[in-house]
């Protein structure tokens, strides 16, 4: 290409971004028309994409890190011919219902890789797809899974804490396929970068053992040899393009005024006159528009030879690689949680639901091979590591456990790439507390509807002498604010491998399971085919005669709640307990199977280590609540149920004084 047939088909960016940002009188224009050469360069001369086939599996991926500048993805996608990006899409910029929201939404619009907007949390995502990537190229081979992973981050990207995480991960795996193109125009809404920041972005990922260089983003020969370079380097890269954001722009270019708001008509008149650009609003002359359908149509040569290098693998290996890349699982599965529970049963466990959940993963390793654990340095205290699970390495790439180090946000994010990427179920642990950590990336799997879990030890005031810093009290309710999260708590060995088998076969959303260092008693002597846990909750315990009271509680205090009732069916009072694994499921739940569930006892008495927030919508607002109102304390478990309370004697005196005043 020539520099003026570059300069009309990046301008052609500029103007579609200009043209909407100004009739929404919203959005971002400064960056799409900074960063339009060098998405021009790598779109047009290395991205390796069918815009006919936006999910073919071996394209390369382009995430929009600094998802404010969405206008630019938007511009691309309609430039290269994706199907659903029609001009009338752009002319509805942030409108309801459109297919162009301020923010790309992987979930809303074909053609987009994941949900950015969070800053920070593209390229974190990105190098759980570059990951991905390259656990699957070596077990299926680099003939059928050899691509590359292309990020766009700003300033702000670079500045997000989540962003070291993510570069320190990609750098000491080597994910050489990984390339972030950096555009570094020193700008963002309060002004100059130099007013709150002076890293040297250069210096920094090298020292993360990164290729990395800066060059100028609006010379398109040196775009393309740094690309070139970072293809040929057996590390991941990062090229920072030197850019002006609002390029073209007469007073605002180089300025904070072009990076958040509409240009305004005069200073987009005066743009599109210094670009060459027709004044006629949304219109992209015919020679650019159809030499940028052709970079679109260009990957169908390669998706086809692909396809030809697929069909030599044998009918069971392809049959395996697809059923991966739609997360369906294995049939051996079911089986082998049918037989994990039937051991249980036969030999019951008084353990750690996090020994409970060990258990049931070494049941799941065999019969899944996709199955992807992982922890944020606290391996030992976690338990999801199989006995036969091998680390993963930049040298050991079919190892199937990620040391992910002390990196909860970065875990989270990258599990996020994982499963976006397709091949893989990931799973990742932590302490219940360090959801806090991981909160934007769990947030974001919850909006995408990924399916990841989320293994979370050390769920309660259980812990013990770690102390009020290391226990969880508002994070369970927290997290089952969270829209399409869902929120497991489960009381013992065979609830873990019932909430295990509903997590694994949930693929529309992630799954917190939240686990005790305590040991609990196997309250279970039966394990239904219908799942019991599968509705939110079930009776454990049916009452003797019409039920007076009914106690609700999950996890570690269903043991106390099942005492609880023993002493007052000693006392003649018929009680019966319900185990809810997830309160948010259980309401979920049809209105006549939730009432059936909840059922009508006078009395009900909700048992948790935890707030209340959330449990009056079983219990009533005037239902009883014995469980935390306050942060916990540094001391051996048992005491510290005994100091705040959290006893099956609390409950019978909760339950006597409730009947006393009947």
């Known amino acids: 290409m020539t520099r003026v047939d570059h300069s009309r088909m990046a301008n052609a960016i500029r103007a579609l971004a200009m043209d909407a940002v100004e009739k929404a009188k919203s959005g971002h224009p400064g960056l799409p028309m900074g960063a339009a050469d060098v998405a021009t360069v790598l779109f047009s ?42 001009l009338d899409q752009i002319k509805n910029f942030r409108q309801l219902g459109s297919l162009t929201p301020g923010h790309p939404e992987n979930f809303h619009t074909k053609g987009i890789e994941t949900t950015t907007g969070p800053l920070g949390q593209g390229i974190a995502t990105s190098v759980g797809m570059a990951l991905a990537e390259k656990m699957l190229a070596a077990e299926f081979g680099k003939k059928h899974v050899d691509h590359r992973t292309y990020v766009l981050v700003s300033d702000g990207d670079l500045m997000e804490g989540v962003s070291q995480e993510a570069i320190a991960m990609a750098g000491h795996w080597k994910l050489h396929k990984l390339i972030v193109l950096y555009d570094d125009n020193g700008i963002s809404i309060d002004g100059p970068i130099s007013i709150a920041d002076s890293v040297d972005q250069v210096k920094r990922f090298k020292s993360a053992g990164w290729q990395a260089e800066l060059i100028d983003g609006h010379d398109p020969e040196a775009i393309a040899a740094a690309i070139t370079r970072a293809q040929k380097s057996n590390k991941p890269s990062m090229i920072a393009c030197k850019t002006t954001i609002g390029f073209g722009a007469p007073t605002k270019a180089g300025t904070a005024k072009a990076h958040g708001e509409a240009l305004g008509a005069e200073e987009l008149k005066g743009a599109k006159e210094e670009l060459g650009i027709s004044l006629e609003p949304f219109s992209v002359p015919d020679d650019v528009l159809r030499s940028w359908r052709e970079v679109g149509a260009r990957g169908a040569a390669a998706r086809k030879e692909w396809e030809a290098r697929m069909a030599t693998l044998s009918n069971r290996k392809r049959a395996e690689f697809d059923r991966r890349l739609r997360h369906e699982r294995p049939a051996g599965l079911a089986k082998a949680f049918k037989a994990h529970k039937k051991a249980l049963l036969e030999t019951p466990q008084n353990i750690a639901t996090r020994k409970s959940s060990e258990l049931a993963i070494e049941a799941i390793v065999p019969a899944m091979p996709e199955f992807l654990a992982g922890s944020a340095d606290l391996t030992g205290s976690n338990n999801n590591k199989a006995k036969s699970a091998v680390a993963f390495s930049a040298k050991t790439p079919k190892g199937r456990f990620i040391h992910y180090g002390v990196r909860e946000h970065g875990m989270a994010a990258a599990m996020n790439g994982i499963f976006l990427h397709g091949g893989f179920a990931p799973n990742g642990a932590t302490f219940l507390i360090f959801t806090d950590y991981a909160r934007p990336a769990m947030r974001l799997a919850a909006l995408m509807g990924t399916g990841v879990v989320y293994v ?24 089952r604010a969270i829209p399409n999260m869902r929120v497991f708590r489960p009381c013992d060995a065979v609830e873990v491998a019932e909430c295990w088998e509903l997590a694994l076969n949930r693929t529309d959303g992630p799954t917190v399971l939240a686990l005790t260092r305590q040991n609990l008693p196997q309250l279970r002597t039966t394990a239904p085919a219908d799942n019991p846990c599968g509705h939110g909750a079930y009776e454990l315990v049916a009452a003797q005669g019409e039920t007076k009271v009914s106690l609700f509680a999950s996890g570690s205090e269903v043991e106390i ?20 694994p997830s309160l948010e499921l259980l309401l979920a739940q049809p209105a006549e199977r939730r009432q059936a569930i909840i059922g009508n006892a006078p009395i009900k008495i909700a048992i948790e280590a935890a707030v209340r927030f959330g449990w009056d919508a079983v219990i009533g607002q005037d239902g009883a609540f014995v469980g935390m109102h306050g942060f916990g304390a540094s001391a051996p478990a048992k005491a510290l149920y005994k100091h705040f309370g959290i006893t099956a004697e609390a409950v019978v005196e909760t339950a006597s004084k409730r009947l006393d005043m009947k």
Request: hydrophobic content about 45%.
């Open 45 to 86: 001369r290395f991205l390796k994409f069918d815009a006919a086939d936006p999910k073919w599996p071996d394209r390369d991926r382009f995430i929009l890190s600094a998802g404010h500048g969405s206008m630019l993805l938007y511009a691309l996608l309609y430039l290269t011919g994706n199907a659903d990006m029609t």
């Open 456 to 479: 979370m030890t050390h769920d309660s005031i259980g812990l013990g002498e770690d102390g009020p810093t290391h226990q969880p009290v508002e994070h369970l309710a927290a997290l």
């Open 561 to 580: 709640a099942v005492a609880a009732q023993k002493q007052l069916a000693e006392r003649g009072v018929a009680t019966r307990v319900v185990s809810v």
